[in-house]
């Protein structure tokens, strides 16, 4: 019968490749995860980890304080420099090949750090920018302190999952002592006038019961060790929290530039296709009615009466143009009444509760107002729902706003929709868009945003 062992699974048990697992009906699956942890698939990529960080890191660690001991003992000289940048250079090479080797065997994905950005393309603005770089530096420091944490996890490893099996398996081959060495089994104590051996079944019993809790406690071990590993990888290998945050920022920059601008072309589209398209009939019809006044009055007092009935139109196009930018209502009486508002023109009764001590800032504000106002909407264009509400609440430095509806479900924020424009606008501000709408509903939107007073 052929044996699949499974790795850790996301809720942090041992699963089975594949739907069977062991044998047929899944019987593998259902054996107990501190059961399957020592032949897991995890217990053996952490372990080949371990294993291969202890050769590495020497050749880590005797390159980094060669070539960095050599740099420092020749800045007297010109040539302290070169060597120095040179050095750097190689410990930020090997930290490629270490963030891949925590990728295969550890899953931890770590960003590469911020490149080397050289003012000149010349060699002195290349070392320049190599020794001026933190990044360099981390990794040389990895390269000196990963060496004697490797020496520890390597025994304390291998200690463990060596004694462990070779406890477990001792009722296995206690024969081999009798019978090939001339011993009553495994020594534990001997001098010149006693020995003791493991050989009768009480104590062979419980030298396979000590093997066997160290057997299953290996894999948690390996697991802990790892575990800083890991820390070491992300802390030093990857990017410093400020560049991160650098690079988060002129993501979202550019988000809210291309919002912005795509927010002007509505706008502009609106206003031609719309207010402005009426504007020109009126002026046209007026000038219609001007000309026949003298001529012919009830002609011309019904192109009056119609353009009366443009100029409504237009204000209303206009009126709905400037409450979908900023509607004068939500700078007069805040989030409350301006979503009240809204809720009154979705097709569906909606419920509103708003429980706010205070005013959020008004970009935040704003943001809180258009975001409510497009879920209404797709509330009424598409969820086919018979009610809906809209609950509007603060957790400590957060802002909270959650539509529900209970109509057909299935909505996406996947790329393409307007759920995924919205999530982009959120996370501009540091915001966040969850979305809960399984087919059949109900459909529960929840977005959260900073609290700027």
Known sequence: MATQFGEYGEHGGYGAYGDSGFGSGGRWRRVPSVLRAPVGARLWRELAFVLLSLPISIVLFTYAVVTLSLGAGLLVTFLGVPVLAAGLAGCRGFGTLERARARALLGVEVSAPEPLRPRRRSAMAWMGAVLKSGASWRHALYSVVH???????????????????????????????????????????????????????????????????????????VRALTSVDRVLVRALLGRSRLVSRVVELESDRGVVVDTAAADLRRIERDLHDGAQARLVALAMDLGLAKEKLREDPRAAARMVDEAHGEVKTALRELRDLARGIHPAVLTDRGLDAALSAVASR????????????????????????????????????????????????????????????????????????????????????????????????????????????
């Open 147 to 221: 060496l004697p944490w490797a020496v520890f996890s390597f025994s304390v490893s291998v200690a463990f999952w060596t004694y462990g099996w070779a406890l477990l398996t001792y009722p296995l081959w206690f024969w081999v002592f009798p019978l090939y060495g001339g011993q009553g089994g495994l020594q534990v104590y001997g001098d010149e006038e006693h020995r003791i051996y493991l050989d009768n079944p009480f104590e062979i019993t419980v030298t396979a019961l000590v093997g066997l809790l160290f057997t299953l406690a290996t894999p948690w071990i």
């Open 346 to 453: 979705c097709t569906v009764p909606v419920r509103v509760e708003v429980d706010l001590d205070a005013r959020p800032a008004a970009a935040i504000e704003g943001i809180a107002y258009f975001t409510v106002s497009e879920l209404l909407q797709n509330v009424s264009k598409h969820s086919g729902a018979r009610s809906a509400s809209v609950d509007v609440w603060r957790v400590e430095d957060r802002l909270l706003l959650q539509v529900a509806d209970d109509g057909v479900g299935g909505a996406d924020a996947s790329d393409g929709s307007g759920l995924a424009g919205l999530a982009g606008r959120l996370d501009a501000v540091d915001g966040v868009l969850v979305v809960d709408s399984p087919a059949g509903g109900p459909t529960r939107i929840t977005a959260e945003l900073p609290w700027r007073a």
